[in-house]
Structure formats: C-alpha cells, structure tokens
C-alpha cells in the first residue's frame, strides 16, 4: 500500500515543522542531503536563519528598498519567470522596460523628440560600466582616427563608489581620483584642470555623494570642462552617476541643473532600487542620443521576428523589478515620488535638529539641499569620551544599524555617521531612533568604555 500512500496527506500524522528530522539537526551547509524534506519545515528553519540578519527597516545604512507595497510582492511573484533576455518570449516585458527608459529619459530632460536611448541593468554598477565603456570606445574612436596612442585612458572623478574602481580594473582605465579638499563633500570643478588631459575618457560626476550625501556640482563641473576646452581643445564628456540622486533630484530639487539639459553631460546611471523605490535588482543608464553609444557594443537579438539591441555584461536577468519599477512609476506619479520625498527630507530634517543639539557632535549635512539623509561627526574626536564606532555598536544594541566610517582619501583622519531616510522610514521610527541616540551617548559618556547596559525590560 506504500504507492497509495504517496502524497496523500489525509492519513499522514500531524507533523510539527520542529519535530522532523531535518529540524533536529544543523541544517546541511556542506552537502546536499540525500533526503527530501516538507516544504513547511524547511521554509521555517530558512526564515529563522534569516531573521538572524537583522531588521532592514532598521538598516539605516542603506540607499536600498526595504519596503514595497503588497501590490508589489505580488508583481514580483507574477514575475518569477520573466526573463529579460528573452525579448522573443516575454515581449510585453520587454515594451515595459522601454516604456521605463523613455520615463526616465524625460525625466532627465532627455533632449528631442527621438526615443533616449538606455537599457535596465542590475544596478547601478552595471549602469556605470557601460557607461563607463561607451566614454572609453568614443575616446579610443577618436583617437585612432586622428592616428593617436590609444593605450593609456583614465577618467576622472572625485569619492566615487566602489563600482568605479571596478570599472577602471576589469576595463584598464586608469582612475584619476582628485582628492577630497578640506570641507568639500565632492569634486570641486577648479580641481578639474589638473587632473584632466588628452587621454580623459571623460569626467564622472556624483549626484549622490555615498560619504556625504551631497551633490557634486554638475553645471560647474561641466562649465569648468566648458573652459577647459575653450583653452586647449580637449573635449570631455561627464557621466553623471545619480546612483541615488537621480530619483531624488527629479522631484525635490527640479532646479538644479544636472541631467541632459547640460549639453556637457553624455549618459546617466541609477539605481531603480534605491530612491527608484524597486525592488533589489535593477539600474539604468541612459544616454542623451543614439550616436554616443558606439555600435559595437550593442549585440542584437531576435525579437518579434525583428531585432532587438542589448547592451549589458549579464544574459538572463529577472524581469520581475523592472515591472515593479513601472508600477511604482504610474502608482506613485511625480505627484506621489514629490510626497514620498518631501516627508523623508522633513524627517531627515528633524534627525538633524536633535543631532544639532547633542553636545559633542558636528552635523556635516543636514538633508537638505540632496539625498534625505543626515551625516555627523564629533566636535572634538581626541577629547570625546567614546569614538563614532563605539556609538555604533551601542546603537547596534536596539537594533539600529548605523555605520561609522573615515571620510575617503586625504581626509581618512574624519570619522562620519551617517543615516539615510527612505520610503518606510517613518518620522516616528526616527524620533525613536533619536531618544536611543541621547541614551546610548549617556551612557557612553558615563561609564569607561561599554559600561554594563542598564536592563531593558520595565514589566
Ligand atoms: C550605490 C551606488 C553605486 C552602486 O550602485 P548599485 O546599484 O548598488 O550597483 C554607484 N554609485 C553610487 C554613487 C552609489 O551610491
């Protein structure tokens, strides 16, 4: 009777998802079991593992979505299949990451009434690489025509991310990093001159410094390069990396000049999931027409019987964000990203006044003007009673995630904190994380170093 019994649960006794074999054990991290276990078990024992990671609504350390809509999870369910490659098989996705890149486009004063031409990615570390090799194969056009050495690129730029100096290895570009002058958050557009020649690539500035959080000065650095070329003929395109800046800027600072309305500015990156409000998984990059991304980096594929060009360093790639990204586009509206961000700047606005006002502490930026977000340091480091790190790990203690770092090259001696406000990060839970902030510098400044913490419990 055994085949009978075969996934017939009717007769099965209970079972209870801790008191199955898989439970009563370390779960496999080397082998795969011979075994099959219930679905139920496995899914607990997984969740609680992750539960080990802590709160992402309390990770203030990221520009990341961490929170979305039902309406989203469900997209992103619907989606599971959907693999952006195959235009062929899931055209109508493919129309929506297009109709994504021409909203983007116009946000960012695409000019023209040609189609921008983009692509979706990963994230912004795929964005800025093709960005990153279009500047590098225009440049390497240019100079072979004009029957110049072509071995020795660099592109300049100030505190970028990480994803730069990728770029620059993996592709051999050499990466000219101008230091970080005494109080500047970024790139400073008289430093650029020093920095720039006839092997420039081009220029990579920041909308969304990830240190400070501020803006480097698009329309000056491009005025700058403006000059530059006046005086020796060198003409340098900027990419813009809005990793983070490029969702916030559209709606809280719509004066700034910093996308393709500045004729200077040759292609965009930004991350869809982070103030794009997508899920994890998806950047864009754009650029301000056709004839700057250089042909033999687009590959076509079939598409509908035609073709259809793809530019990207992954093949499959899940469709489900980019969908997502649509939906948060027409359910939120300009209308709905503007409130989204007036509130978080509001709320970053009321972490700085309390910061403002704790003795010991030297706000460096206070969420407006850039990204919501707030950026610290201490007054007086040598004479404080604990350091930046120690408040960390203090704050650690109630679940807050909080990062204490040195400030980039050249000025390594500051130690920052930083906390980023995004959709899901209420006034409230920032009020609380205020009140935990004074009681963790009590403490600290109380006792040597970690004294005992005082119970947390008040039945
Ligand atoms: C986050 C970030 C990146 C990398 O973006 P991902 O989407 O995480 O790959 C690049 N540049 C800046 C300025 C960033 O803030």
């Known amino acids: 009777?055994?085949?009978?019994?075969?996934?017939?649960?009717?007769?099965?006794?209970?079972?209870?998802?801790?008191?199955?074999?898989?439970?009563?054990?370390?779960?496999?991290?080397?082998?795969?079991?011979?075994d099959t276990s219930p679905a139920r078990a496995v899914h607990a024992l997984i969740r609680d593992e992750l539960a080990l990671d802590g709160n992402s609504s309390q990770n203030l350390a990221t520009f990341c979505t961490t929170w979305a809509e039902p309406e989203v999870h469900e997209l992103m369910d619907l989606c599971l299949d959907k693999n952006m490659i195959d235009k062929d098989e899931y055209p109508q996705t493919a129309e929506i990451e297009s109709r994504c890149v021409r909203i983007i486009g116009d946000l960012w004063n695409a000019p023209g009434a040609q189609s921008p031409t983009g692509c979706s990615t990963t994230g912004s570390s795929e964005a800025g690489m093709l960005g990153g090799l279009a500047l590098k194969w225009r440049w390497r056009k240019r100079r072979e025509a004009a029957g110049l050495p072509t071995d020795r690129p660099n592109l300049v730029c100030g505190p970028v991310q990480v994803c730069w100096e990728?770029?620059?290895?993996?592709?051999?570009?050499?990466?000219?990093?101008?230091?970080?002058?005494?109080?500047?958050?970024?790139?400073?557009?008289?430093?650029?001159?020093?920095?720039?020649?006839?092997?420039?690539?081009?220029?990579?500035?920041?909308?969304g410094v990830t240190y400070t959080c501020d803006y480097e000065p698009v329309a000056e650095l491009a005025a700058a390069l403006d000059a530059i070329e006046r005086d020796t003929g060198l003409d340098v395109p900027i990419h813009v990396d809005a990793a983070s800046g490029g969702f916030?800027?559209?709606?809280?600072?719509?004066?700034?000049?910093?996308?393709?309305?500045?004729?200077?500015?040759?292609?965009?990156n930004a991350s869809g999931h982070k103030y794009g409000m997508a899920p994890l998984g998806v950047g864009w990059v754009v650029w301000r027409a056709e004839e700057l991304l250089p042909e033999e980096l687009v590959f076509r594929v079939s598409y509908l019987g035609g073709d259809m060009p793809t530019f990207a360093l992954n093949f499959s790639r899940p469709g489900g964000e980019i969908v997502a990204q649509y939906y948060t586009f027409l359910r939120l509206g300009r209308e709905g990203y503007r409130k989204v961000y007036e509130a978080a700047a509001r709320t970053a606005r009321s972490l700085a006044e309390?910061?403002?006002?704790?003795?010991?502490?030297?706000?460096?930026?206070?969420?407006?003007?850039?990204?919501?977000?707030v950026a610290w340091t201490l007054t007086d480091p040598q004479r404080s009673p604990f350091t930046l790190y120690d408040l960390t790990e203090r704050l650690r203690l109630r679940g807050w995630q909080v990062p204490a770092y040195p400030l980039?090259?050249?000025?390594?001696e500051v130690v920052v904190q930083r906390v980023l406000i995004r959709h899901?990060?209420?006034?409230?839970?920032?009020?609380?994380?205020?009140?935990?902030?004074?009681?963790?510098?009590?403490?600290?400044?109380?006792?040597?170093?970690?004294?005992?913490?005082?119970?947390?419990?008040?039945?």
């Open 1 to 34: 009777m055994v085949l009978h019994r075969i996934g017939d649960d009717s007769d099965t006794p209970y079972e209870d998802a801790y008191a199955l074999a898989i439970s009563e054990q370390r779960l496999p991290r080397f082998r795969m079991p011979e």
């Open 166 to 207: 990728k770029f620059a290895r993996y592709f051999d570009v050499e990466l000219r990093q101008v230091p970080l002058e005494p109080d500047a958050t970024g790139l400073r557009p008289h430093q650029l001159r020093e920095h720039v020649d006839e092997n420039t690539i081009g220029v990579v500035a920041i909308l």
């Open 248 to 268: 916030i800027a559209p709606f809280l600072h719509p004066e700034v000049e910093w996308d393709f309305r500045l004729p200077r500015v040759a292609s965009i």
């Open 354 to 373: 309390q910061v403002r006002a704790m003795d010991g502490f030297r706000l460096l930026y206070d969420g407006q003007g850039a990204l919501p977000a």
């Open 408 to 412: 980039p090259a050249d000025r390594q």
């Open 424 to 459: 899901g990060i209420s006034f409230d839970k920032i009020a609380l994380l205020g009140q935990d902030l004074r009681s963790a510098v009590a403490e600290l400044a109380d006792g040597p170093c970690g004294a005992a913490p005082r119970p947390g419990f008040h039945h």
